[in-house]
């Protein structure tokens, strides 16, 4: 059963949400036979001058509160919404899960600790996965009847070929995107999630929802920085290119000559760096997918011969362009251990991670591995998504047995697909956004340019 769980109080005070009220009772007496009327408290003065002084102040504070309100506020406090007043829908999620050869299984598993009826979700195998793991995948989600009756899932059928650390990698998911974007449910999604079949998350789907749903919802949660340290001459100045944009067969990146081919640092732009992986709103997907101003296409080509290009395209773009770099969290909401500072690979999670990774308040982690009686994910599933083996995700939308028999699936049926009921994972979440989104935190930390030498 779903564990219910009460929000903390929530400091929140936008300038916009200040409003100054007035109030005032003018007792101009009865008449009489005196020509001041009866009230002592305006003896021995003329009314028409103190109304004058009285209407005069209350039109400066007036025009003081619309200076004040028209400026924007200095911190994203969460929202708080009171038993009278209507809260806004809960968002929508559009995820993207990427795996390989041998990862349909953990595809499946993700999608059933992600799934909620009012998310959207691509499953992409890349070219290498044979195609007998797509069929797989795909005779899954057609034989599940809620994922059927949702029609919310698809599975990629003609699957990319990705090169690890080319910028097929960033095509994938831009490929994804613009799925999203077109079709059935288009319209339908507020933020975009590029996962991996080695993440997994640690909060429900209806935590996810309560928390984003007091969030603008133009805000892109992309870890970055323009600090590039020893990726300047790593990744940024050799030449690659990405084998997958035009062969057949999965190959590794193709150096140039590292001694006689490496190019300058850009001065048309500034890099950043960060992690792959993002949570980016519908607005900076629609600016990447239509370019509107040729950004997001001029830096796509300058990434196309960048090493390890996932980790810096999508900063690079919302660092550059004016009408997003505002927009920016910096946080990847994942928990992830690097062994190494300058390693390429994260730690694989076990049992030792638990109390870092729980303290991280991430509502994802990664990297998993392949083992499908891995330890820790079955403590998850118990222990934080309430999810029993090979059933979805439980949360509010769930109506309960179909015909009413005594299985265990509560889910085998959607209700109310509106309906929340967060738990701890909720309060965990809201404890980091809270943190991001602090005056101390949130500006400080946007696209911030970094001097370096070549």
Not at 160 to 184: E, K, P, Q
Request: charged fraction near 20%; charge should be neutral; glycine fraction near 8%.
């Amino acid at each position: 059963a779903m564990v219910a769980a009460g929000l903390p109080p929530i400091k929140h005070h936008p300038a916009e949400s200040q409003p100054c009220f007035a109030t005032m009772d003018i007792d101009i007496g009865t008449p009489s036979s005196s020509p001041r009327g009866r009230s002592s408290s305006c003896a021995g003065i003329d009314l028409r001058v103190l109304l004058s002084v009285v209407f005069g102040g209350i039109f400066t504070v007036f025009l003081l509160a619309a200076s004040q309100a028209a400026l924007p506020s200095a911190s994203l406090f969460l929202q708080r919404y009171s038993a009278a007043t209507q809260r806004p829908s809960p968002p929508r999620f559009a995820y993207l899960v990427s795996g390989s050869k041998g990862d349909a299984g953990r595809l499946r598993r993700c999608l059933l600790a992600l799934y909620h009826p009012r998310n959207r979700y691509i499953l992409h195998l890349d070219a290498e996965a044979p195609d007998s793991d797509r069929a797989e995948l795909a005779a899954f989600v057609a034989a599940h009847p809620v994922l059927v009756a949702a029609g919310n899932v698809r599975v990629v059928e003609k699957a990319n070929l990705v090169t690890y650390r080319g910028i097929t990698m960033v095509t994938t998911t831009l490929h994804a995107a613009a799925a999203f974007l077109h079709g059935s449910g288009a319209a339908d999604w507020d933020w975009f999630i590029n996962l991996s079949a080695s993440d997994y998350p640690l909060v429900t789907q209806d935590d996810l929802m309560d928390v984003f749903s007091r969030l603008p919802r133009d805000l892109n949660f992309i870890e970055h920085t323009s600090d590039m340290g020893w990726k300047a001459h790593a990744r940024a100045k050799p030449l690659v290119v990405d084998p997958g944009l035009y062969v057949k067969t999965k190959r590794d990146l193709m150096w140039m000559n590292t001694e006689t081919e490496k190019r300058e640092l850009p001065t048309a732009f500034t890099l950043f760096t960060g992690s792959a992986w993002t949570v980016l709103s519908r607005p900076f997907v629609e600016y990447l997918i239509g370019g509107w101003d040729n950004l997001p296409r001029t830096l796509l080509l300058y990434y196309g011969n960048f090493v390890s290009s996932p980790e810096g395209y999508f900063q690079t773009v919302a660092c550059n362009a004016e009408e997003f770099r505002n927009t920016t969290v910096n946080h990847d909401m994942h928990y992830i251990s690097w062994g190494k500072p300058s390693g390429q690979h994260p730690e694989l999670i076990n049992a030792t991670h638990w109390g870092r990774m729980l303290g991280s308040d991430a509502p994802f982690a990664r990297k998993f591995g392949r083992d499908p009686d891995d330890v820790v994910l079955a403590r998850i599933d118990e222990e934080l998504l309430s999810r029993k083996p090979g059933m979805l995700i439980p949360g509010g939308w769930c109506a309960g047995n179909v015909g009413g028999g005594g299985g265990d699936d509560h889910c085998s049926a959607v209700g109310d697909a509106a309906l929340l009921h967060s738990g701890p994972g909720a309060v965990r979440l809201q404890r980091l956004v809270e943190s991001l989104l602090s005056e101390d935190s949130l500006r400080p930390k946007q696209c911030k340019i970094v001097e370096h030498n070549d």
